[in-house]
Every structure is written in structure tokens, then in C-alpha cells.
């Protein structure tokens, strides 16, 4: 167990002491996971501070529960209890991220320095998986912009592209004759579509610091795109000038498509994208294992706010 202090000690010096507190709370309580990687949410589970976001929705939020035993992370196995099952296997800290390609400060970074003094936000979200079901979370994030910024990105940037850490010694879907995906997993938006504002880079959920399985320590989360979009465990970010490769068009290019954006009009080739079923226990409003399944919304409903980015695209064709 290692708690880094130079990064909190200048941390400190240039911070409000809210802030400066939260940080400490946030760096002792990823040590403390060392521990109690076991238990997703015990009480060694360090609290986040984050003002809720007026980009949050106000539907129903989907049970703790569900939302960190129902998850896709093929790195831990392909059945949806596995990657709550497996993954307190992963070590998050310490964390590197290497930033590379077209950006004037390219290095390789300790994750709380790439994010240090950029306020914490609690985003209500709707995600919607290309499976069709869908879950409202308050995740705990960062604007990716205000990371990307940082980095200063060069005029000839075009596209972000992300990647997965490869650890098959703690990711055991990464092991073995049957492996679900090529590694690293990877993917991509366009340099727009990675500065809008409802783009985060998510460190938490429920107010806590992420579980392994949700993608501990920072994963993506594009809440008008298919749930696979959203990239965990991030460890490089790289700008391009060409659109990168995603894992899910290099395993399968008719089904999966570069946007992914959700579109109840564009059938996935083997079934239809007009509806989906709320997860969530037996708490009321959409959610419930046998729920009737409701219709989904163009661009997951955020339309008013993304629409714009796609002007003049055919969406069949860029799906
Ligand atoms: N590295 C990695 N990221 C990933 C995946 C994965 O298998 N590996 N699955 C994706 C898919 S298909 C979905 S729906 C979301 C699920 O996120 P959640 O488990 O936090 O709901 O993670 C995405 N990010
Ligand atoms: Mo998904």
C-alpha cells in the first residue's frame, strides 16, 4: 500500500481546502482498496465530493446493485456476474496514463496530476448498451475537455483515441486459449464529439470512487452513444489525424460502426434498436427484470444537445 504525498502536498498549496481534503480522501481510500478490493463498497470506500451537474437527469437511478453486478468488461470474462466476480484482481494504483500524438504536452502521466484541481461533477446519465437494456447512473466525473485542453492539442488534431491497460496477470479474460476481443481494447470519438460538454471522464459512481468492474480508476462515459463507447481503464490518449480503430468495428465492421450513436432507426444487422429494458431491481418507474421495454430516443434523448455535431451525415451510412 502506497500513499503518494508529493502530488497532495503541492496539491495543497494552490487548492481551496475542500478541495485539497476531498483529494486526500480520494488518494487514502485507493490505498485503503488495497485491502478491501473484495468488498466494491465497504466502508474503506472513500467518499467523492461532486456538485451535481445541471446536465443530469432526474429519472430514476438505477440500484447500486445492479448497476456493479450487470456489467460488460471482457477483460474479466464475457458473462455479465463476471467482471463483478473478478475484477477486484486489478491494482488502480498507482495509475499511469500516456498521452501521445498531436498535442504540445506529451507525456506520461500520474492520473491524479492529469486531473488535479478540475472540480468534480456528479452527472445523472442515461447509458443505453447496443444489447438493449439500459441503466440511469450518477457517475462522478470530469469533463474530458478540461483534460484534453491540458494536453493542448495541436490544430491538425482530428480524433481522441483511448486504450485499455493489458495486465493478463490481473485481467484473466485476457488469458487463455478462448479471448473475447483482440487487446488492448480500444476507442474513439472525433476531436468534437470528445470536447462536448456532456463528455466525461468518469473516477466514481453513487458518490464513491469507481468499482474495478465500472473501469476503476477513469473510464469514458459519451451518454448519447452505445455503452461501448464507453472505454474503462483507461491508460493512453492519444490525438490523431485519422480516425482510430474500435474494438468492436475491427471484431465485427457490419455490426459496429465508428459513431455508434443510439439510433432507435438503424437496426443492428442481427436485431432491432427501437426499444430497451430498463435494469433495476423491483424500485418502480422503467426498471425491473420483466419491465416492459420502452422505446428508445435518438441519440438516447440528448439530441437537443448533440444533434448539431452530425449535421449534414447520413446516419445509416455513419452508424
Ligand atoms: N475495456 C473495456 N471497456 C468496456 C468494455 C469492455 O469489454 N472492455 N465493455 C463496454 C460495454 S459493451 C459497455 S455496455 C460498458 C458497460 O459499462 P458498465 O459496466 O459500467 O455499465 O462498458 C464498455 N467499456
Ligand atoms: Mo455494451
Given at each position: 500500500?502506497?500513499?503518494?504525498?508529493?502530488?497532495?502536498?503541492?496539491?495543497?498549496?494552490?487548492?481551496?481546502?475542500?478541495?485539497y481534503?476531498?483529494?486526500?480522501?480520494f488518494?487514502?481510500?485507493?490505498?485503503?482498496l488495497g485491502?478491501?478490493?473484495?468488498?466494491p463498497?465497504?466502508?474503506?470506500?472513500?467518499?467523492?465530493?461532486?456538485?451535481?451537474?445541471?446536465?443530469?437527469?432526474d429519472?430514476?437511478?438505477?440500484?447500486?446493485?445492479?448497476?456493479?453486478?450487470?456489467n460488460n468488461?471482457?477483460?474479466?470474462?464475457?458473462?455479465?456476474?463476471?467482471?463483478?466476480?473478478?475484477a477486484?484482481?486489478?491494482?488502480?494504483?498507482?495509475?499511469?496514463?500516456?498521452?501521445?500524438?498531436?498535442?504540445?504536452?506529451?507525456?506520461?502521466?500520474?492520473l491524479?496530476?492529469?486531473?488535479?484541481?478540475?472540480?468534480?461533477?456528479?452527472?445523472?446519465?442515461?447509458?443505453?448498451?447496443?444489447?438493449?437494456?439500459s441503466?440511469?447512473?450518477?457517475?462522478?466525473?470530469?469533463?474530458?475537455?478540461?483534460?484534453?485542453k491540458?494536453l493542448?492539442?495541436?490544430s491538425?488534431?482530428k480524433?481522441?483515441?483511448?486504450?485499455t491497460?493489458?495486465?493478463?496477470s490481473?485481467?484473466?479474460?485476457q488469458?487463455?486459449?478462448?479471448?473475447?476481443?483482440?487487446?488492448?481494447?480500444?476507442?474513439?470519438?472525433?476531436?468534437?464529439?470528445?470536447?462536448?460538454?456532456?463528455?466525461?471522464?468518469?473516477?466514481?459512481?453513487?458518490?464513491e470512487?469507481?468499482?474495478?468492474?465500472?473501469?476503476?480508476?477513469?473510464?469514458?462515459?459519451?451518454?448519447?452513444?452505445?455503452?461501448?463507447?464507453?472505454?474503462?481503464?483507461?491508460?493512453?490518449i492519444?490525438?490523431?489525424?485519422?480516425?482510430?480503430k474500435?474494438?468492436?468495428?475491427?471484431?465485427?465492421?457490419?455490426?459496429y460502426?465508428?459513431?455508434?450513436?443510439?439510433?432507435p432507426?438503424?437496426?443492428?444487422?442481427r436485431w432491432?434498436?427501437?426499444?430497451?429494458?430498463?435494469?433495476?431491481?423491483?424500485?418502480?418507474g422503467?426498471?425491473?427484470?420483466?419491465?416492459?421495454?420502452?422505446?428508445?430516443?435518438i441519440?438516447?434523448?440528448?439530441?437537443?444537445?448533440?444533434?448539431?455535431?452530425?449535421?449534414?451525415m447520413?446516419?445509416?451510412?455513419?452508424?
Amino acid at each position: 500500500m502506497i500513499i503518494r504525498r508529493p502530488p497532495d502536498i503541492r496539491a495543497s498549496e494552490i487548492t481551496p481546502k475542500s478541495v485539497y481534503l476531498r483529494r486526500r480522501e480520494f488518494l487514502g481510500g485507493a490505498a485503503a482498496l488495497g485491502v478491501a478490493a473484495a468488498l466494491p463498497f465497504g466502508p474503506a470506500w472513500a467518499a467523492l465530493t461532486a456538485a451535481k451537474s445541471p446536465f443530469s437527469t432526474d429519472e430514476p437511478q438505477t440500484p447500486l446493485k445492479d448497476v456493479t453486478s450487470y456489467n460488460n468488461f471482457y477483460e474479466f470474462g464475457t458473462d455479465k456476474d463476471d467482471p463483478a466476480k473478478n475484477a477486484h484482481t486489478l491494482t488502480t494504483t498507482p495509475w499511469k496514463i500516456k498521452a501521445d500524438g498531436l498535442i504540445d504536452k506529451p507525456a506520461e502521466y500520474d492520473l491524479d496530476d492529469l486531473i488535479k484541481d478540475i472540480a468534480l461533477e456528479e452527472r445523472i446519465y442515461r447509458m443505453r448498451c447496443v444489447e438493449g437494456w439500459s441503466m440511469v447512473i450518477p457517475w462522478v466525473g470530469i469533463p474530458l475537455a478540461s483534460v484534453l485542453k491540458r494536453l493542448e492539442p495541436q490544430s491538425s488534431a482530428k480524433y481522441v483515441a483511448f486504450e485499455t491497460l493489458v495486465r493478463p496477470s490481473e485481467m484473466p479474460g485476457q488469458k487463455g486459449l478462448f479471448q473475447a476481443l483482440p487487446w488492448p481494447y480500444v476507442e474513439g470519438l472525433r476531436l468534437d464529439e470528445a470536447m462536448h460538454p456532456l463528455t466525461i471522464l468518469a473516477i466514481g459512481l453513487y458518490g464513491e470512487k469507481l468499482p474495478n468492474q465500472n473501469g476503476a480508476p477513469v473510464r469514458l462515459v459519451v451518454p448519447w452513444k452505445y455503452g461501448f463507447k464507453s472505454i474503462k481503464s483507461i491508460v493512453r490518449i492519444s490525438l490523431t489525424d485519422s480516425q482510430p480503430k474500435i474494438s468492436w468495428e475491427v471484431a465485427n465492421a457490419r455490426e459496429y460502426g465508428f459513431y455508434s450513436n443510439v439510433n432507435p432507426d438503424v437496426s443492428h444487422p442481427r436485431w432491432s434498436q427501437a426499444t430497451e429494458r430498463r435494469i433495476g431491481g423491483s424500485t418502480g418507474g422503467l426498471g425491473g427484470l420483466f419491465a416492459k421495454r420502452h422505446p428508445t430516443l435518438i441519440f438516447n434523448g440528448y439530441g437537443d444537445q448533440v444533434a448539431k455535431l452530425y449535421d449534414g451525415m447520413d446516419l445509416k451510412k455513419n452508424f
